[in-house]
């Protein structure tokens, strides 16, 4: 059964196939620079071949109840992924990782996106604890944890190689007790 998450009537999540390989790699061709500023992968996606391996991957990441993304989709297109990068069910412990096309940017997205998934980790999965791992200079990035009501845990230092340095990332987490209370209602008097 496929699983998709609608948002709005513009914007759904479904789990990224490998059928659409061809559409994933076209919309790195088209945003490679805007998003090799910050992801470490990019250059590892030089032929459509490679989209699909990674989907390959994801998809059965998530047939196995393990890590895997979801495609987002705005008004039908593919404008980004957003996914797991695993579930410890043993600690109840996941983390999401995401990216956009530039063009899709600033509208809000990506933040109903990691929210949506957010929920999922924790109503579907039994999560208790889900954390964002960002590049302590990718503000856009980082933005979406801190609006979101995340709590910044504090600072890596030179964690994550990208192409010919090292970046410290930022790291933000919430608890499930957190996220559900911030989200109950307050009854009216």
Not at 91 to 114: D, K
């Amino acid at each position: 059964m496929e699983l998709l998450l609608s948002i709005s009537s513009d914007l759904s999540l479904r789990v990224a196939r490998p059928s659409e390989a061809g559409a994933l790699f076209s919309l790195v061709q088209q945003n490679r620079a805007h998003l090799r500023e910050w992801l470490p992968w990019v250059d590892q996606m030089r032929i459509p071949y490679d989209a699909r391996r990674f989907l390959e991957f994801s998809y059965a990441g998530y047939l196995r109840r393990a890590g895997f993304n979801f495609g987002i989709r705005f008004r039908g297109a593919l404008v980004g992924l957003v996914g797991f990068h695993g579930f410890d069910y043993a600690n109840r412990v996941t983390s999401i990782g995401y990216w956009l096309g530039e063009a899709h940017c600033g509208r809000g997205i990506m933040r109903q996106c990691v929210s949506a998934c957010v929920e999922y980790a924790f109503e579907d999965r039994g999560m208790n604890r889900l954390f964002i791992r960002s590049a302590t200079g990718n503000e856009r990035s980082r933005h979406i944890p801190e609006i979101l009501g995340f709590v910044h845990e504090g600072r890596q230092r030179e964690a994550e190689w990208l192409y010919d340095h090292f970046v410290d990332l930022e790291v933000y987490s919430v608890l499930a007790s957190e996220w559900r209370s911030a989200r109950t209602p307050m009854p009216r008097h």
